[in-house]
């Protein structure tokens, strides 16, 4: 049975791979990034979000079956907080009521093993219990100023929000009343454009390695990740929901050990 996915960031990367796949199997799929995709969008502005979620309701003549958001930065930057968070949060919210009209609707996006790491707790707030893009912003910018590696915070923080919208908004009536699971994952290191830089010496790999550490593995591949987007969005997906999915070769267990089944942490 042909799907239609609404993919986000498909010049490259996991959202390339993960349209190839798709499309392979015969599915239809609209890309948006900001160059040489189908919809061409700026996703780090409310009017670019809007403009690209009412573009793809067009393409795809009413009836969207899955939504997979992957657009992303990784830079120290405020920018990374309208692409990350609002980016992803406003153009679901504005795709829901159509995706709602398919038969099997699913929703994914793209967190990270970052939102596990350190943050900026007022960053995260700004976002995810705010829902206010300019403080979040204002705050960013406050985390460059200071600088000292408090900009690297940003990343994470974006991250973290957005893995937290997501369990909160799962079980709403525009999500779960409208039968639509949402879920996220979180990447380990992946062998993209985004983190070229970062893997391109063998000393850059090993500072790398010693933060997110992948004993299974190693590093993954794009397909690796678009293989388990593709299944959360499909139509055997019916009651995973609200999760982070950690596909990280190991990092989460290393890193945070059986410490996750605490409940006095």
């Known amino acids: 049975m042909s799907r239609t996915y609404v ?40 009017e670019g979000r809007l403009e690209a979620a009412n573009r793809a309701i067009e ?23 309208s692409v990350n968070y609002f980016g992803m949060t406003e153009f679901l919210d504005a795709l829901a009521p159509t995706l709602a009209k398919s038969d099997a609707p699913r929703a994914v996006l793209i967190s990270s093993m970052a939102s596990l790491m350190p943050n900026d707790p007022a960053l995260v707030e700004a976002m995810f219990t705010d829902d206010d893009e300019t403080k979040a912003l204002a705050r960013a910018q406050e985390l460059v100023d200071i600088g000292g590696g408090m900009e690297q915070l940003i990343y994470g923080s974006t991250k ?47 500072a790398l390695d010693s933060q997110v550490p992948m004993p299974l593995n190693y590093y993954l591949e794009p397909e690796n990740v678009a293989h388990l987007l593709i299944w959360l969005a499909s139509v055997e997906n019916t ?16 890193l945070r050990g059986d410490n996750v089944w605490d409940l006095a942490d």
């Not at 999500?175 to 070229?196: E, H, K, Q, S, Y």
């Not at 009651?239 to 290393?254: K, L």
């Open 239 to 254: 009651h995973v929901t609200g999760q982070t999915i950690y596909i990280d070769g190991g990092s989460d267990a290393v």
């Open 59 to 81: 393409l795809s003549g009413g009836k969207i079956d899955a939504v997979i958001a992957c657009a992303g930065l990784a830079h120290p930057i405020p920018t990374t907080v």
């Open 160 to 206: 973290r929000a957005i893995s937290r919208w997501v369990r909160r908004e799962c079980i709403k009536p525009q999500w779960a009343g409208a039968g639509i699971p949402l879920n996220a994952i979180g990447p380990g290191i992946v062998r993209t454009p985004m983190v070229a830089d970062m893997i391109a010496t063998e000393e850059a790999r090993a």
């Open 7 to 46: 993919i986000t960031g498909t010049a490259s990367g996991i959202a390339a791979a993960t349209a190839k796949l798709l499309t392979e199997a015969g599915h239809k799929v609209i890309g948006v990034d900001i160059h040489d995709a189908d919809i061409v969008a700026d996703l780090s502005t409310k």
